[in-house]
Nanobody, 124 residues
Framework: QVKVVESGGDSVTDGGSLRLSCVVS???????WGWFRQVPGKEREAVAV????????EYTDPAKGRFTISQDIAKNTLYLQMNNLKPEDTAMYYC??????????????????WGQGTQVNVSS
């Protein structure tokens, strides 16, 4: 059974930085993995994605220039370095893995495996 576990969420002030980590277990071969986020009452929003064999990365507009997705394949670990955080970045951040064939990575319906989430709070 595939297991996805995130960590690294915390509370920071405007302009601060955080690095999220995600370990994916028992998922073999090459696959897309990435990050989504969700604010209560709103839909889940794609943040960034990368392919294990090195394709990508891709970012949505809110993440461009501030967030960096990276991976350590030997450790089965995905990272999201977030710099210059803003209050509007406050959300639950989810690690995702396993893009469905033909799926659009920006859609939350496209990934097979999700973690439980890690909370990021940015105060002004």
């Amino acid at each position: 059974q595939v297991k996805v576990v995130e960590s690294g969420g915390d509370s920071v002030t405007d302009g601060g930085s955080l690095r999220l980590s995600c370990v994916v277990s028992r998922l073999f071969g090459n696959y897309y993995w990435g990050w989504f986020r969700q604010v209560p009452g709103k839909e889940r929003e794609a943040v960034a994605v990368i392919y294990t064999s090195g394709g990508g990365p891709e970012y949505t507009d809110p993440a461009k220039g501030r967030f960096t997705i990276s991976q350590d394949i030997a450790k089965n670990t995905l990272y999201l370095q977030m710099n210059n955080l803003k209050p509007e970045d406050t959300a639950m951040y989810y690690c995702v893995a396993g893009l469905r064939s033909g799926g659009n990575w920006r859609s939350d319906q496209s990934f097979m495996y999700w973690g439980q989430g890690t909370q990021v709070n940015v105060s002004s």
